[in-house]
């Protein structure tokens, strides 16, 4: 399923959000690109919490707060989600020793970015944040744009 695909060939207006999955999809076709994608990207966004959680819990929340704007000028459903797994990281982040939480969540950082570089070898392609960052906050939409499809959920 390509919601842009299908706008396309039935006149409808492309939505942004619509192009931007399509756009970064065609950097992440190969199936172990994509698996290393479903696992690493949820992990970049939790450790990347943490650390901004461990420098300070409003550096977290400002972070999470820019993000879900950004998140909801594209679609509601992806904003409420990405709500509510914001807030279960922070929960999650809350529940780990202070001295615990930034070592874990640099190595969590550094091994998932890793891991990705290695799933864009694989694939044959840079990472799409090459070109525009943003893409970098439509990675986990990525995630839960095929999720979604697998539930039958329509964004």
């Avoid at 006149?11 to 619509?18: E, G």
């Avoid at 690109?33 to 690493?40: G, K, R, V």
Wanted: aromatic share 12%; proline share 5%.
């Amino acid at each position: 399923m390509n919601p842009a695909s299908d706008a396309l060939a039935s006149n409808t207006p492309v939505r942004q959000i619509d192009h931007l999955l399509d756009h970064y999809g065609q950097s992440h076709l190969n199936p172990r690109n994509e698996l290393i994608h479903y696992l690493a990207i949820p992990a970049i966004v939790f450790s990347l919490i943490g650390i901004l959680h461990w420098v300070h819990p409003y550096a977290a929340l400002i972070a999470i707060a820019a993000s879900i704007v950004y998140y909801a000028r594209l679609s509601n459903l992806f904003m409420v989600v990405m709500t509510l797994a914001s807030a279960l990281s922070l929960y999650l982040i809350g529940l780990m020793d202070r001295d615990v939480l930034l070592p874990v969540c640099i190595a969590l950082f550094v091994v998932s970015w890793i891991f990705q570089f290695i799933g864009h070898k694989i694939e044959g392609k840079k990472p799409s944040f090459f070109e525009d960052l943003q893409y970098l906050l439509v990675g986990p939409l990525f995630v839960l744009s095929k999720l979604f499809v697998k539930l039958g959920v329509k964004w």
